[in-house]
């Protein structure tokens, strides 16, 4: 995990797990339906970041469209129909993390991932 999300999300979990002991192992006069409501709303914000977590991590976003875009038109000499029909492929075909493993091979490498390369020629 990185970033501050991944952050939130991390703390959030140690958070309801510190909850959860305190809960149980609170006196019962300390069990209170408002202390059982705190703990219910920790415990579905947890949730919630996790939910939010994994769907920007799995998931293709107007960012990421943007700068495949940009960095696709700027090394293809502008050819904005095979940098759109590539990115489209690869958003048919691919999930969004290999999608970022490929990024990551292309930035590194200065060329296409071998997977890439027949929907490439394609594109042309």
Aim: one cysteine or more; a negative charge.
């Amino acid at each position: 995990m990185d970033g501050i999300l991944g952050a939130a999300f991390v703390g959030s979990c140690i958070g309801g797990v510190i909850g959860l002991i305190r809960w149980f192992s609170s006196s019962e006069e300390n069990r209170t339906p408002a202390n059982l409501n705190k703990l219910k709303w920790g415990i579905a914000l947890i949730a919630l970041l996790g939910i939010s977590y994994w769907y920007i991590e799995n998931n293709y976003s107007p960012v990421y469209d943007h700068n495949f875009m940009t960095s696709c038109e700027a090394t293809s000499g502008g050819n904005t129909a095979g940098c759109s029909c590539l990115l489209n492929g690869i958003k048919q075909d691919y999930t969004f993390q290999e999608a970022k493993q490929f990024d990551s091979y292309a930035i590194t490498t200065g060329s296409v991932p071998p997977e890439l390369e027949s929907l490439a020629s394609s594109c042309q």
